[in-house]
């Protein structure tokens, strides 16, 4: 069952209309759209239902995406507006984006569609949560400035010897004490005894010179309740003047349950330096803002790309245990730096070797070229490493497979163990590259060339049989980027 997705679709072809759906079906939606291709009946649309996102053509005989995002405006609605034309020109692209386009796409691009639409969608949710969060506070400021006496922070007033004359509803809510118990009392009662002694001597300072040091400031404190119990507080103190002398007003919330997130955040963040350890910033990042990474597996166009430190393995069987974890360690270090530089997502590490896809989690449509640079400055970070190791009678040096093609990427594993890896046929031809790779190269396959032919130099090599393909496929030995 895909996602549900309320489509409204002003276009008036209704082919392209279908296209758009199976496109967004492969995306693992599931769309409920209605096709509409003039102002009247996409007024008529607005008012009927609700819809998650408009998906708009440019140029119609008796609509157009300019007028369809005008009228959206004029009813209020704020929801992702996205052209997918095979017309529209840069200028009325621009032209349209700062009008409150989210997005455009051209009709010969589908694939950017999908990923399209998700990122619209999150950003519209945050939108949306940011002014129902600034309403709520509009509200809760109002209700706070009418209506003081029913308050949930605490409010206390007191003269200028610390005897409290004031005590509303939220104070007998934080203190435990009913007006009756403390009116006519010292603040001392509410004051733990470590404290007490400097609150007595701000009492006489304040009386005597003026000088307060929390007077118009927001401080942190300990309350003392009724039962006893202490509790963190948040304090702001005001003074105002009679002609029966000074008095103080206090507003106080307990910031019981603020503590103790910012203990769970402070937890979240130690979990999450560790996490980082061993898995991508993507994946991570997706964890802990609990953003669900779906089980279905999803095919999508990425780059992958296998790594392997030629020599190591006779440098391992002879060397010291220690000597061969630190330059191991060593790296690794540097190579999974210049992975996530790339915003590669790092697949696995299996001894020397690791596994690297660029495109997913996080969608890029630069991704044979982020793995291209990618592996000539791994290649170049080796060669420096070379002149640090203390390896003569070692050739350690790195040998790179990349390829462009659609794979299957997803969870995959047991209930136990999961995996966010990627699996196919083109998985396959990139582990052969690195295979072939002799010490020093990489090797890219077609389609990564054909996509990056323009910024790089390439050696065409011989055609590479692949098990499990019946023909030879073609292959390339990267020798480095054109310098423009």
């Known amino acids: 069952m895909g996602i549900p997705l309320r489509v409204l679709n002003i276009e008036d072809s209704e082919d392209d209309t279908a296209l758009v759906v199976r496109e967004l079906r492969r995306g693992s939606y599931e769309p409920t759209f209605e096709r509409v291709d003039t102002a009247a ?15 708009s053509d440019h140029n119609m005989p008796h609509f157009s995406s300019l007028a369809a995002l005008a009228l959206l405006k004029e009813n209020g609605l704020d929801l992702p507006f996205i052209i997918v034309s095979g017309t529209i020109g840069e200028d009325i692209a621009v032209t349209a984006m700062k009008a409150g386009a989210h997005d455009y796409i051209m009709k010969d691009n589908l694939t950017r569609l999908n990923p399209a639409i998700e990122r619209e969608l ?17 509200e809760s400021e109002t209700r706070f400035r009418s209506v003081a006496q029913s308050a ?4 206390i007033s007191a003269d200028s010897r610390g005897i409290i004359v004031f005590w509303n509803k939220g104070a007998q809510t934080t203190f435990g004490y009913a007006e009756e118990e403390v009116l006519g009392q010292p603040l001392s009662l509410l004051i733990p005894e470590q404290y007490r002694d400097s609150h007595l001597r701000g009492l006489e300072r304040m009386s005597s010179t003026g000088e307060s040091h929390i007077i118009g400031k927001t401080v942190e404190f300990q309350g003392l309740r009724k039962d006893g119990s202490k509790f963190p507080l948040e304090l702001s ?4 003047e009679t002609g029966e002398g000074t008095f103080y ?11 103790r997130a910012e203990e769970e955040r402070a937890r979240l963040l130690i979990h999450e330096h560790r996490l980082k350890q061993y898995l991508s910033p993507q994946i991570v990042n997706s964890l802990i803002s609990k953003e669900e990474i779906k089980l279905v597996n999803t095919r999508k166009l ?3 790309v296998f790594t392997d430190l030629r020599g190591f393995t006779e440098f391992s069987d002879k060397a010291e245990p220690e000597d061969v974890i630190d330059l191991l360690n060593d790296y690794l270090s540097e190579m999974t730096t210049i992975i996530f530089k790339y915003e590669g997502t790092l697949d696995k590490i299996i001894g020397d070797g690791m ?5 997913d989690p996080v969608p890029m449509q630069d991704h044979a070229q982020r793995a291209v640079n990618m592996a000539i400055e791994m290649r170049e970070k080796t060669k420096q490493l070379q002149k640090k190791w203390p390896l003569e009678e070692y050739q350690l040096n790195i040998g790179i497979g ?31 590259f690195e295979s072939e790779a002799r010490s020093g190269e990489i090797i890219i396959g077609k389609r990564t060339f054909e996509t990056v032919k323009e910024c790089v130099k390439v050696e065409e090599i011989q055609q590479i049989t692949v098990k499990g393909l019946r023909s030879p496929i073609s292959a390339y030995k990267l020798i480095g980027v054109n310098v423009k």
């Open 41 to 55: 009946a996409m007024k008529a649309a607005l008012d009927k239902q609700t819809w998650d996102i408009v998906i």
């Open 122 to 138: 999150r950003e519209a949710e945050v939108r949306r949560e940011r002014k129902r969060a600034e309403a709520s506070l509009r």
């Open 152 to 155: 949930n922070d605490s409010i």
């Open 237 to 240: 103190l005001a003074t105002w």
């Open 249 to 259: 007003s206090s507003i106080i919330r307990d910031i019981t349950e603020r503590k």
């Open 302 to 304: 990425l780059t992958i």
């Open 355 to 359: 596994l690297v896809f660029f495109g």
């Open 402 to 432: 990349i390829n462009t093609g659609y794979v299957t990427v997803g969870n995959i594993g047991s209930e136990n163990r999961m995996d966010y890896t990627v699996i196919g046929k083109q998985v396959n031809i990139a582990s052969r």
